[in-house]
T-cell receptor, first 115, second 115 residues
Framework: QQQVKQSPQSLIVQKGGISIINCAYE??????FPWYQQFPGKGPALLIA?????SEKKEGRFTISFNKSAKQFSLHIMDSQPGDSATYFC??????????????FGEGTQLTVNP | NAGVTQTPKFQVLKTGQSMTLQCAQD?????MYWYRQDPGMGLRLIYY???????DKGEVPNGYNVSRLNKREFSLRLESAAPSQTSVYFC??????????????FGEGSWLTVV
C-alpha cells in the first residue's frame, strides 16, 4: 500500500506562477518530511525538509506547509521558473533508530514551467 | 569528490540472466540503500545496509540480493532477471542512520531493461 500519496501526477505552470504539490501520509509515526527534486537522467536531490513541530518552512522560493491534524503537507514554488521544470517527490521517514532513515516516497509530480 | 557512483549506467539483460549493480560512496557514510524507480510509483526501497556487515530487506526485496562489501561499497544482484525488474535503480547513502540532520545522497541511476 502507498503510505505517502502525492498529487497531482503532472503540473504545468506559466513562468512567474505558483506551483503547488500536495502529499498525504498515513503513518503518524512519520516525523521527517523532505521534498526531493529530480532532473532527467539524475538522481533525486534534497530540496527542502520539515519536521512536524512547525507548520511552515521557507527557503528562498520554496515553502513547505505542514498540517499535522490532516496528515498533509505541500510544496509551494513561488515565481516558478523554467529551470524548476523537474520531477518532485515528497517523502516521509521515522527517526526511530530501528527504522533508520528509510524514506517512503510519494509517486512523484512532473512539473513543467512554460516560459 | 564523486559522491555516490553507480555502474553500469545502462544495461540490457535477457530473461533469466544474472547481473550485479555496483555502488560506491566516498563520503565515509555508514548507511547505504538501493531503490528502484518506476513510473507513477515513486522510489521504492529494495534493500538497505545500516552499517558495514548488516543488510535488511526493504519494501520490494523479492528477486534481489545485496552485499555490503565494505564501508564504501554496496552491490545489488539480480540472480535471474525478469521483465518486471525493468526499472531505474538508485543507490543512496547517509552518514548516520536515524539522524535527520544528515542528507541522503543519491547516485545518478542505473537503467536496466530485461527483455
Amino acid at each position: 500500500q502507498q503510505q505517502v500519496k502525492q498529487s497531482p501526477q503532472s503540473l504545468i505552470v506559466q513562468k512567474g506562477g505558483i506551483s503547488i504539490i500536495n502529499c498525504a501520509y498515513e503513518n503518524t509515526a512519520f516525523d521527517y518530511f523532505p521534498w526531493y527534486q529530480q532532473f532527467p537522467g539524475k538522481g533525486p536531490a534534497l530540496l527542502i525538509a520539515i519536521r512536524p513541530d512547525v507548520s511552515e518552512k521557507k527557503e528562498g522560493r520554496f515553502t513547505i506547509s505542514f498540517n499535522k491534524s490532516a496528515k498533509q503537507f505541500s510544496l509551494h514554488i513561488m515565481d516558478s521558473q523554467p529551470g524548476d521544470s523537474a520531477t518532485y517527490f515528497c517523502a516521509a521517514s521515522m527517526s526511530a533508530e530501528t527504522s533508520g532513515s528509510r524514506l517512503t516516497f510519494g509517486e512523484g509530480t512532473q512539473l513543467t514551467v512554460n516560459p | 569528490n564523486a559522491g555516490v557512483t553507480q555502474t553500469p549506467k545502462f544495461q540490457v539483460l535477457k530473461t533469466g540472466q544474472s547481473m550485479t549493480l555496483q555502488c560506491a560512496q566516498d563520503m565515509n557514510h555508514n548507511s547505504m540503500y538501493w531503490y528502484r524507480q518506476d513510473p507513477g510509483m515513486g522510489l521504492r526501497l529494495i534493500y538497505y545496509s545500516a552499517s558495514e556487515g548488516t543488510t535488511d530487506k526493504g519494501e520490494v526485496p523479492n528477486g534481489y540480493n545485496v552485499s555490503r562489501l565494505n564501508k564504501r561499497e554496496f552491490s545489488l544482484r539480480l540472480e535471474s532477471a525478469a521483465p518486471s525488474q525493468t526499472s531505474v535503480y538508485f543507490c543512496a547513502s547517509i552518514k548516520r542512520q536515524g539522524s535527520h540532520r544528515n542528507t541522503i545522497y543519491f547516485g545518478e541511476g542505473s537503467w536496466l531493461t530485461v527483455v
